[in-house]
């Protein structure tokens, strides 16, 4: 079956470390993205990637970090820098179709709680 | 910055219903328009998919209407069922860049 997988679903850590969340994908999507979720707000861009070795800053990149050595592969990286990192993580992909599609596709998330 | 409003924020109905969600988007220049659905805990599940050069798509008992004149998009929700219960959310694609922007959802709850 062809999707996006996020691992792991939850994920837990002490405030000053580093901590890196998994999303790979296996629909052959050019384009990758991380989200952050919180209560009562809508999703903010952290960081998105259009093609292999090639990213750029979202809304709301300080404090994390990204790399996409791999299509299929999209690593975050939470830094000690971020001040607030709890929250729900969503890592989405995108194909371009017909020049005018862009239809986005979602994995399930991971949700950090640092204390 | 392209902003995009979903409104009510929440909305409870009896079953059977039929109910309209909005979405209001500040920049009419999009691609496209996509409305998700998100249970508690999950990731979106995509539902409609409109492209800038439509007015509306369906798939089953949903129908998407998009009008960028006024900057207005609409989900219709035909005969709803307890299982319809979920944040739905909206998002689009401006012509000048690659960054979606999603609306804050509205929860709905479809009462047996």
């Known amino acids: 079956d062809g999707g996006i997988t996020q691992s792991p679903k939850y994920l837990f850590r002490k405030e000053g470390q580093n901590v890196t969340l998994s999303c790979e994908q296996n629909?052959?999507?050019?384009?990758m993205y991380w989200y952050r979720q919180d209560p009562g707000q809508g999703l903010r861009l952290i960081y998105y990637s259009q093609i292999v070795n090639d990213f750029q800053k979202g809304d709301i990149a300080e404090g994390y970090s990204v790399s996409r050595e791999k299509k299929e592969s999209f690593p975050l990286t939470v830094t000690s820098a971020q001040k607030n990192p709890t929250a729900f993580y969503l890592c989405a992909s995108s194909i371009q179709m017909d020049m005018k599609r862009y239809e986005q596709y979602f994995g399930p998330g991971t949700r950090l709680t640092v204390t | 910055k392209q902003e995009v409003t979903q409104i009510p924020a929440a909305l409870s109905v009896p079953e059977g219903e039929n109910l309209v969600l909005n979405c209001s988007f500040t920049?009419?220049?999009?691609?496209?328009l996509q409305w998700f659905r998100q249970d508690p805990g999950k990731g979106l599940t995509s539902l409609l998919l409109i492209q800038s050069s439509q007015r509306e798509q369906t798939s089953g008992r949903l129908n998407a209407s998009l009008d960028k004149s006024s900057g207005r998009s609409t989900l219709y929700i035909a005969a709803s069922q307890p299982g319809d219960s979920a944040t739905y959310l909206c998002a689009c694609l401006p012509n000048t860049g690659n960054q979606f922007y999603f609306g804050t959802g509205t929860s709905l709850t479809v009462i047996p």
């Open positions: 920049d009419s220049a999009i691609y496209n």
């Open positions: 629909l052959n999507h050019d384009a």
